[in-house]
């Protein structure tokens, strides 16, 4: 596969994430990303061209404007629960029981792995619900944002989720590549995923690293600066951070007079119920199994319906309660689309820039690149590092499937000497590169609704998050290199990477802690014994 447009192809997308990074105006950067690949795609100034492509992001594709219309009405149905008190009641109520840090993440960190479905809900579900948790326990919006990030996406490249049938339909596109069907040849789509789940180390890694770092207290890199920033001064959020939603400043106090658990928990009970049903409602037929229910599900709309009715009980409960006044229930659905609009812009340039990433040829050039360095050890890692960035450059890890997946496949069948035995690992490390490109990039869709439902600064959530999933990387690369070398089965592999984790986090936040001057962990003192030291 050649691009048209051969290296220039990659300017718009690393444009953008360098100055993001640099800048930490993610809008701006996107933006100027976005206006480079019109003027190398048109050849002139590249005006009409970039304004084909924002308008197109939303106008032509359903699956963006539903995810758009879910963020406007869940950041409605959250000004609903800030308002009434849900907020405020449900902080109260946990922080008697998660009375420590290591607790709290512990949670965010078991609700992620229980919501593994679909990743744009987990993170909207558990970043909206932990947020005011975790900030009266003086956690840093980037940590939540990290433990919200790093695992909603891996998690669901494991479970019945829209993920696995997604990639499942791209391995079958692989096999159409080299003429098979699976079966008597080849494992079939669904067996070739079910093999690749020991290889897709990157995800599997990721969520050992979340709990390995919740349990120990210890980071590093900007995360160690962040959270005894928050835990020595209570601001969890820098100084100069500007979070994607920021309720406290938009929407004014709470009800603090008589706040009530039941503001909190209906509405989101109805999000849940609603977007639970409505995606099994959406794929289900008599003759299907429960994962190609998920696979038909239409996770988007089923969303868009649950946020719909989480809005219309939270208002139903302010008035019947008499909390808020229909004005004030106008007024607080008005303020809600509000608070999202950040988040809003940031998604169609991020989608905008993906559109002019598709039209330059940037994942076909990486790709053709990446064949040409192929022997069956470097394998995985090739595949690895040209789905990570392509994922990195584009934002979007389902589109760096479709691009390297029926890509891979034949490769790793041609390398293998027509044999099936590389398929998984091709499969299990697309996976891994996409997740890793995603968590790493600036202009990526989940990595953005991650710091929107938790409020944090964009920008800083991914530099923190970045040291852990670089680190988390490169010891995905070390093992899949030793399985090139030697063969060994990943299930041995797996185990000594989860060692190598513990000894990576130990042994970096003590030396990140001396040069700093810190140590190498915030506080994880219960909640009443950081009060009596407070007082």
């Given amino acids: 596969m050649v691009s048209e447009f051969g290296a220039l192809s990659l300017v718009p997308p ?19 990303g976005v206006w480079s ?57 946990a922080t008697k029981r998660l009375d420590s840090q290591r607790k709290a993440g512990l949670m965010a960190w078991i609700l992620g792995l229980v919501w593994f479905f679909d990743d744009y809900a987990n993170t909207a579900v558990v970043g909206s619900s932990m ?8 956690i840093s919006r980037e940590k939540l944002s990290y433990i919200v990030d790093s695992t909603a996406a891996p998690v669901a490249t494991f479970g019945i989720s829209s993920w696995v049938a997604y990639q499942i339909s791209m391995v079958q596109e692989g096999y ?27 995800c599997l890694f990721a969520i050992a690293m979340v709990f390995i770092v919740v349990v120990t207290g210890r980071d590093f890199g900007e995360m160690l600066d962040a959270e005894h ?68 599900a239409d996770f988007a709309s089923a969303l868009v319906w ?64 990446a064949q040409g360095v192929v022997t069956p050890t470097l394998l995985p890692l090739v595949i690895l590092f040209a789905s990570a960035f392509i994922a990195f450059s584009t934002g979007t890890s389902w589109g760096t499937m479709a691009i390297v997946t029926p890509v891979a496949v034949p490769m790793a069948w041609g390398i293998g000497g027509q044999s099936p035995e590389l398929i998984p690992v091709a499969v299990g490390t697309v996976f891994s590169g996409a997740i890793f490109g995603d968590h790493t990039s600036p202009i990526s869709d989940t990595t953005i609704l991650s710091s929107t439902f938790t409020g944090a600064d964009h920008i800083d959530h991914v530099r ?7 680190t988390v ?54 909640r009443q014994e950081r009060d009596v030291a407070d007082d």
């Fill in 14 to 32: 690393l444009l953008a994430i360098v100055l993001a990074i640099v800048t930490r105006k993610p809008i701006l950067a996107l933006f100027l």
């Fill in 37 to 93: 690949g019109g003027v190398i795609h048109s050849g002139g100034l590249g005006v009409v061209q970039t304004f084909t492509w924002v308008a197109e992001s939303i106008g032509n594709d359903v699956f963006h404007a539903q995810i758009l219309i879910f963020t406007l009405l869940l950041g409605a149905g959250v000004t609903f629960i800030w308002r009434t008190g849900g907020s405020l009641a449900i902080t109260r109520f």
């Fill in 131 to 138: 947020r005011d948790i975790t900030d009266e326990l003086r």
């Fill in 176 to 202: 159409s590549q080299i003429g098979v069907t699976g079966g008597e040849e080849v494992p079939t789509a669904f067996v070739a995923f079910l093999q690749s789940i020991p290889f897709n180390m990157y």
């Fill in 229 to 296: 920033r928050s835990w020595e001064t209570g601001n969890v959020l820098r100084e100069d951070a500007v979070p994607l939603q920021s309720i406290e400043e938009n929407l004014g106090e709470p009800n603090g007079e008589n706040p009530q658990l039941r503001m909190f928990v209906v509405p989101v009970l109805v999000l849940i119920v609603v977007a639970v049903a409505g995606a099994v409602w959406t794929g289900y037929a008599p003759d299907r199994s429960i994962l190609q229910i998920a696979g038909e």
């Fill in 306 to 369: 649950g946020s719909f009715f989480m809005v219309v009980a939270a208002m139903l409960l302010a008035r019947v309660s008499g909390v808020l006044t229909l004005d004030e229930c106008m007024d607080s659905l008005v303020d809600g689309f509000s608070i999202m609009l950040t988040a809003v812009t940031i998604l169609v340039l991020a989608w905008s820039i993906s559109l002019a990433t598709s039209a330059l040829g940037t994942g076909d050039y990486v790709t053709g690149i």
């Fill in 464 to 470: 923190t998050q970045l040291y852990y999933a670089v």
């Fill in 473 to 526: 990387v490169c010891v995905a690369a070390v093992l899949l290199l030793v399985y090139g070398m030697t063969g060994v089965t990943p299930l041995v592999l797996l185990p000594l990477g989860i060692g190598l984790l513990v000894a990576l986090v130990y042994g970096l936040s003590e030396f990140d802690a001396r040069r700093k001057g810190l140590t190498p962990k915030a506080s994880r003192q219960p």
